[in-house]
């Protein structure tokens, strides 16, 4: 049975489109050799319960599918236990797994940990937000103001998740930019724990 590079889109509301997505996607396309299908949501991305996800799950669970291609990680999903979960089936049905923005390629030690990463971040920035937004908005209303963003240069607290794998992503070679992304810290900050370490 031949297989398929399957490459999933998704955008959160029936508002976005897929267009700034499109042309990487579209470029990787172009490079291969093998037969490529297009799956598509507009869904949120807090539930793995989406129609063309359930499609692609489908042809991956039917060995249909060599690899999985995303723009960028969150458009798979935004809790890290989803992400991991999907990572782990991926890995064991032998199904690789390319984000192109995030330069993650399961096929490889390094790009799994910074998938894992990259999912933790996504969880935590998820519910970060949350809690800033709400939190603000309930201030805005007690002072008869409506809610206008954080407090510019702000420092994000690093976690020790995070410091391992800022360490570890350095020891492998990933370029600076790669790793603030991964971990989503900027590069000075990343700049502090390298040296912190040395």
Do not use: C
């Amino acid at each position: 049975m031949a297989k398929h590079a399957a490459i999933y889109l998704r955008v959160s509301s029936t508002q976005q489109d897929t267009k700034s997505q499109e042309p990487d996607l579209e470029h990787w396309a172009d490079g291969q050799d093998q037969p490529i299908k297009w799956y598509r949501d507009k869904a949120t991305g807090k539930t793995m319960d989406r129609p063309g996800w359930k499609r692609l799950e489908d042809a991956i669970r039917t060995g249909k599918v060599s690899a999985v291609v995303v723009w960028r990680l969150d458009r798979l999903g935004r809790t890290a236990s989803g992400l991991t979960a999907l990572f782990d089936e991926l890995q064991k049905r032998r199904v690789n797994l390319v984000s192109i923005k995030d330069g993650v390629d399961l096929n490889t030690a390094a790009g799994r940990l910074m998938a894992n990463v990259l999912a933790s971040v996504a969880q935590y920035d998820n519910e970060v937000r949350g809690e800033r937004v709400r939190v603000g908005q309930a201030k805005a209303r007690a002072n008869g103001k409506r809610w206008g963003g954080s407090l510019p240069g702000k420092r994000k607290r690093v976690t020790p998740e995070q410091i391992t794998a800022i360490r570890q992503l350095k020891a492998d070679g990933v370029p600076l930019t790669r790793i603030a992304r991964a971990v989503g810290l900027s590069r000075p900050t990343i700049y502090d724990v390298l040296e912190a370490a040395e």
